[in-house]
């Protein structure tokens, strides 16, 4: 039964992964500032469209640190090898269908160390497949910044054991918090509704974290673009928000890249 399952689930903590180690690109200049984005790019379909889209974003305002969802290994090593960047890919399963891993990835203009995959409660009735999160700390600007790159399940689960994932990103972040004066977690949380979002935004607030992304609107859509749901979000702790929004003009995805800009 297994073998006929669409997808295969890494289970092992330590593995795979998939780190382009400390090259010498590292961006250790002191700013106070940080531009982050987050970015589904659909089970990294559309990399060469999405690369151009970043490249010009960059040209408007160079990003410090990426944060992708449904990414393969190869899409992430174009993207770090046209733009330059450090990366670290942690796939959570195999899609037999597309042929290629799907999981989170962290790039940035820093240097990445300590990577952690947090494998989220609950598995999909449907293939049996789970959710993770790329976690690593960030060296960048002379400070560090302890990252998140997460992908939550969508409404095909029930939303008490979304809520049930969501509470493990929060619960971990919170605890990893104590050791870090900057934290960062952004992503896909698949908040098709209103209320969920609120629910989602709620949790991470009651346990002291910034919305960076309550302003944004619409960042994904849905149901033949019937439906622009608020899926992709920043959540921070340690920064001040300058400003954040979604870049609609993008065609590489159904989801828009979301950016934030942020003050130490």
């Known amino acids: 039964m297994y073998s006929c399952r669409p997808l295969s689930f890494y289970g092992e903590p330590d593995k795979p992964f998939f780190c382009s180690g400390k090259k010498g690109i590292a961006n250790n200049q002191p700013s106070d500032s940080l531009n982050v984005v987050t970015f589904n790019i659909k089970k990294a379909r559309k990399i060469q469209l999405a690369i151009s889209e970043m490249k010009q974003l960059g040209e408007k305002t160079p990003i410090d640190i990426y944060l992708l969802q449904e990414m393969d290994e190869k899409g992430v090593e174009a993207i770090a090898a046209d ?10 399963a195999y899609d037999k269908s597309d042929r290629k891993n799907i999981g989170n990835a962290i790039l940035t203009q820093g240097t990445i160390g300590r990577p952690e995959k947090l494998i989220l409660p609950h598995a999909k009735w449907q293939n049996q497949q789970r959710r993770g ?5 960030v060296n960048i600007h002379q400070k560090k910044i302890l990252v998140f790159s997460v992908h939550t399940e969508t409404v ?13 990103v929060v619960r971990f972040g919170q605890q990893e918090s104590s050791y870090y004066k900057y ?12 209320k969920y979002s609120r ?11 910034d919305c960076l992304t309550s302003n944004v609107g619409s960042t994904a859509k849905a149901m033949m673009g019937l439906v622009k749901p608020r899926n992709d979000y920043l959540f921070s702790k340690g ?6 929004y979604a870049i609609r003009s993008s065609k590489s995805s159904d989801h828009y890249p979301v950016l ?3 003050r130490y």
């Open 83 to 92: 733009l330059g960047l450090n990366y670290l890919y942690i796939p959570i």
């Open 239 to 244: 920064f001040t928000l300058v400003d954040s």
């Open 156 to 168: 095909a689960m029930s939303r008490k054991m979304r809520m049930d994932q969501v509470d493990s």
């Open 183 to 194: 934290v960062l977690i952004g992503g896909d949380f698949n908040t098709l509704f209103p």
């Open 133 to 137: 999160v790329t976690i690593a700390e």
């Open 199 to 209: 629910l989602v935004v709620g949790k991470f607030n009651s346990f002291g974290f």
């Open 260 to 262: 934030a800009t942020l």
